[in-house]
T-cell receptor
Framework: AQSVTQPDIHITVSEGASLELRCNYS??????LFWYVQSPGQGLQLLLK??????LVQGIKGFEAEFKRSQSSFNLRKPSVHWSDAAEYFC???????????FGTGTRLKVLA | NAGVTQTPKFQVLKTGQSMTLQCAQD?????MSWYRQDPGMGLRLIHY???????DQGEVPNGYNVSRSTTEDFPLRLLSAAPSQTSVYFC???????????????FGAGSRLTVL
């Protein structure tokens, strides 16, 4: 079955600390992978995407993610978290010529001052 | 470009009432879709459309109708609202990125619906 798993429902980090949000997927086709961020009361904004090539991708707001095919993972990282990063983060998977995207259940990030 | 515009932002309905959530995009995207977001369940696809006159069901289509008469608009209709349809609804359109043809979704700001 196709699925995206974000094992951490909530994560709390201190401002300035590093961050890693986990995402594992199960998908039959070659995946396209995405991370979206949702601030309270807002829509989803694309942070970064992986289609092919270099497995370490850079996104907006200082985020990066690494695609590891052998582990079926696409974890999101940031070296130093800012208070404004507090939001909910969604991992998603799609594919070429596939019209349905699968989203994870989200990880809510809290940042302590 | 205004991007993806959803109206209304908030709506309260009584059980059995009908309503339409509006979604419009001005980016000439062929693909549009509707998701619902519920706590602990992420985003689930309701319906999608790959172009005017073409719609298809997603993961949770029951209780919802869609049509696509123009490229710009993709309304979502609730014919007889139920409390289980209380949710936040997101419309998204899709565009291709780069020569690979890979696609990226662009989301609207959402519509929060409460059914009493």
């Amino acid at each position: 079955a196709q699925s995206v798993t974000q094992p951490d429902i909530h994560i709390t980090v201190s401002e300035g600390a590093s961050l890693e949000l986990r995402c594992n997927y199960s998908y039959g086709a070659t995946p396209y992978l995405f991370w979206y961020v949702q601030s309270p009361g807002q829509g989803l904004q694309l942070l970064l995407k992986y289609f092919s090539g270099d497995t370490l991708v850079q996104g907006i707001k200082g985020f990066e993610a690494e695609f590891k095919r052998s582990q079926s993972s696409f974890n999101l990282r940031k070296p130093s978290v800012h208070w404004s990063d507090a939001a909910e983060y969604f991992c998603a998977v799609g594919a070429l010529f596939i019209d349905k995207y699968i989203f994870g259940t989200g990880t809510r990030l809290k940042v302590l001052a | 470009n205004a991007g993806v515009t959803q109206t209304p932002k908030f709506q309260v309905l009584k059980t059995g009432q009908s309503m339409t959530l509006q979604c419009a995009q001005d980016m000439n995207h062929e693909y549009m879709s509707w998701y619902r977001q519920d706590p602990g369940m992420g985003l689930r696809l309701i319906h999608y459309s790959v172009g005017a006159g073409i719609t298809d069901q997603g993961e949770v289509p029951n209780g919802y109708n869609v049509s696509r008469s123009t490229t710009e608009d993709f309304p979502l209709r609730l014919l007889s609202a139920a409390p289980s349809q209380t949710s936040v609804y997101f419309c998204a359109s899709r565009h291709r990125v780069g020569p690979s043809g890979a696609n990226v979704l662009t989301f609207g700001a959402g519509s929060r619906l409460t059914v009493l």
